[in-house]
Each structure stands twice: as C-alpha cells, then as structure tokens.
C-alpha cells in the first residue's frame, strides 16, 4: 500500500539554525517525491520534487532534500532557517494521485 | 501564467444542503485533481479528472462526484452535506505529459463550513 509518514508532528527551530524534517515513504513503483509547504489559509506550494537522477535535489528559498532508496526516505533540509519558513510542510509521493504524509508544523524562533 | 483559481474561497452550508466548487486550471493543463484536507485526516484524494474523463478515485462516498468541461475547467459537488464535510477542498492541476512524470499546482482552496 502507498503510503507516506512523517514522524515529527511539530519541530521549533531557533533563527538561523539548521532544519532537518524527515519523510519516509511506502510506494510500489518508481517513487515520484515531492515537499509541500502551506501557510495557514493557503493552498500548497512546491517547494522541490525528485523524479530521477541525482538523489539531492535542491528546492526554492533554499530547501534541499536527500532521496535515499535503502531507507525509503526523502528528507528535507535548510541550513538556515528564516523567521518567514514558519509553515506547516508535506512531503508527498505518487504520479497522478498523490499521497500525502500528515505534515510537520514548523516554528520558528527569533 | 496565471495559477490555479478556485471559487468560491469560502462557502457556508447547512446540513442537508449540497455545494459546487470550481476550479479553473493552469492554461494547457488537462488534469485536474481534487483533495480534502482536514485536521483529522490530512490530505486526502478525492479523484482525478483528464480530458474530461474520471481518470482516478479516491475512497469516498457516492455523495462526492465532480466533472470536467472541455476547457478542463472542473467542478466538485457534494450532496447531502455532513458536518464532517467541512473541511479545506483543494484543486491541483499538471500537464499529465503521456509517460513522464508530472507535479501538481494547487489552488488556494476552498473552506467550506457546514452548519
């Protein structure tokens, strides 16, 4: 069954310091994986996506992620956090239906 | 080019009512996707529409359906509203390129509350 899960609920970062949100996945094809983010009241905006290739791929506002196949996971990383990357993120897999994982709440502190 | 729209932003039933939501796509976009998301249960697929044709459905009851026009403009509707239908409802739509993986732009939502 395709699923995604996102451990961490909820993650509070300081200003500045390093973030990592972890992803893993469960899909029975070529994972298509992608990371959401939503602010509150909004809709979803791409933040990067792996189709194939190169296992780091790098997003806007200067998020990466790591795919990694033996772990099934696809975790996403920044390593400065702005006080604006307060948002709540998904980490998705699928081709033309999507699964999302529960999303993890940002916080970030001055 | 312009992004995903949806209308209306936000929408108050009553139970017993039903509602229409709208989606209009991203310009050369055939595939239109829909999502309920919830406190409770996240993100869920609703279905999937290409060419005005149901391409994928999701698990939810009969009372949910949708459809596409020719423009690839798509719809929503809900009939017999719950309370528990309340809830942000999300069009995403992508090229749907044969054989190459596609994302998925997403609209701002619509918040529906049911009364």
């Known amino acids: 069954a395709q699923s995604v899960t996102q451990p961490d609920i909820h993650i509070t970062v300081s200003e500045g310091a390093s973030l990592e949100l972890r992803c893993n996945y469960s899909?029975?094809?070529?994972?298509?994986l992608f990371w959401y983010v939503q602010s509150p009241g909004q809709g979803l905006q791409l933040l990067l996506k792996?189709?194939?290739?190169?296992?780091l791929v790098q997003g806007i506002k200067g998020f990466e992620a790591e795919f990694k196949r033996s772990q099934s996971s696809f975790n996403l990383r920044k390593p400065s956090v702005h006080w604006s990357d307060a948002a709540e993120y998904f980490c998705?897999?699928?081709?033309?239906?999507?699964?999302f994982g529960t999303g993890t709440s940002l916080t970030v502190i001055p | 080019k312009a992004g995903v729209t949806q209308t209306p932003r936000y929408l108050i039933k009553t139970r017993g009512q039903q509602v229409t939501l709208s989606c209009s796509p991203i310009?050369?976009?055939?595939?239109v996707s829909w999502y309920q998301q919830t406190p409770g249960q996240g993100l869920q697929f609703l279905f999937e529409?290409?060419?005005?044709?149901?391409?994928n459905k999701g698990n939810f009851p009969g009372r949910f359906s949708g459809r596409q026009f020719s423009n690839s403009r798509s719809e929503m509707n809900v009939s017999t509203l719950e309370l528990g239908d309340s809830a942000l409802y999300l069009c995403?739509?992508?090229?749907?390129?044969?054989?190459?993986?596609?994302?998925?732009?997403f609209g701002p939502g619509t918040r529906l509350t049911v009364l």
């Open positions: 995403a739509s992508s090229p749907r390129t044969s054989g190459k993986p596609n994302e998925q732009f």
């Open positions: 899909y029975g094809a070529t994972p298509y």
């Open positions: 792996y189709f194939s290739g190169d296992t």
């Open positions: 998705a897999v699928g081709a033309n239906q999507f699964y």
């Open positions: 310009s050369g976009h055939r595939s």
């Open positions: 529409y290409f060419s005005e044709t149901q391409r």
